[in-house]
């Protein structure tokens, strides 16, 4: 797997009274046999997961290797 998109608009120190702003990852080269479950079991160590989407083509059904 390749981490190819990870952003963060502001910076969270100390003194940040807010919520942390949420964080979104795209996961690339991924197996074909990765399911949701499997995914969302690799990524818990790094925080509570909110949404998973593994991408799949409309038409052939086929995994992307793209999870978001």
Known sequence: ???ISFEIIS???EN???DPPK???TIENLNDNVDPQFLRNMTAK???IE???I???PLTR???GLAR
């Open 1 to 3: 797997m390749k981490l």
């Open 11 to 13: 910076q969270v120190d």
């Open 16 to 18: 940040y009274v807010a």
């Open 23 to 25: 964080t979104e990852v």
């Open 46 to 48: 790094f925080g509570p």
């Open 51 to 53: 949404e998973l989407t």
């Open 55 to 57: 991408h799949i083509h």
């Open 62 to 64: 086929k995994h992307l």
